[in-house]
C-alpha cells in the first residue's frame, strides 16, 4: 500500500500547544515516515489505526474506546480507533480516518486534525500487521461531538500519553476502582506478566496494563501507546518494558512470522 505524502502542520496549530507538548510533537514529526517492506501479507493481514492527540490542562491525552461486548474478537477491550485496510483505501492514513468516522464519528478531513507520523508497524496475534497513524488535534472541544457506534464501540474515553511511560501520572484521573471488572487486579495503576507467544515460536512477551478511566489499556494498544509516548517524551518508561529475550523490533518479529506462515503453507500442500 503506497504512503502518502504528510502535510506540513501548519505553525498556527503547533502554537496550539504548550511549549513542552509542543516539543513532544516536533519529536513525532521528525520520526522516520519510511514503511517496511509488507509484500509477505497479503492486504486482507494489514490494518491500521488512528493515534489522535490532543492538549488538556498541559498534557498530551489520547482518545481511546472500549471494544462492544458483542464483537467477535477482543470484546470489551481498549482500542485505539481503527481496523483492516479496505480495497477504497489509498493509504493507512484513509484506513485510520476512516475507521475512525466509522466508530466513533470523528470528522474526516477536519480543519482542526493534522496528521503528523507515521509509526513503525506492529503484529496482533490475529497475524494483522497494524500501522499507527499519528494525529493531533487543535480543538478539543470537538471531542464532546463524537458518538460510539453501539455495535463496534461500548465506551469513548481518553487518557494521559504520558501515564504509558510512567503510570503514576494516572493518579489524578477518576479511575475504575481497584479490583472491579474493568481492572481485576490488585496492583494500584499498573499490571504486567510474561507469557510465551505460540504466534512467535513460544518466545516470551510482556504485557502491559494500564488502569484507566474505562477498560484497562493492555496488549498492543498498550505497545503502540509506549512506542509513541517513548518517542514524544524522548525517554524510556519508568519500568522495564520488555521481557528477557523478548523480541523488539518489527523486522525481528516479521521474520518469525513471515517463516511460521511459510511453513503452515508447505504443511497443508
Sequence with gaps: MPLLAIPAIPESALNAFSLDNRACIERLLQTSREIPDLSGYPESKLGAVLILLYEQAGELRVLLTTRSKTLRTHPGQTALPGGRVDATDASFIETAYREAYEEVGLP???????????LEPAISLYKIVVSPVVAVLTRPSLLTELKAEESEVACIFTHPLRAVLDPTVAKSETLVAVGSEDWPYEVELYSTSDSPVPLL????????????????IKGLTADLLIKSAKIAYGHDPTYEQYAPGQLRTFKEISDVVIKGLAQAAISSN
Design 108 to 118: 474526516q478531513n477536519s480543519p482542526d486534525i493534522h496528521t503528523i507520523a507515521i
Design 201 to 216: 515460536d513460544n518466545m516470551m512477551y510482556r504485557m502491559h496494563r494500564f488502569r484507566s478511566s474505562a477498560s484497562p
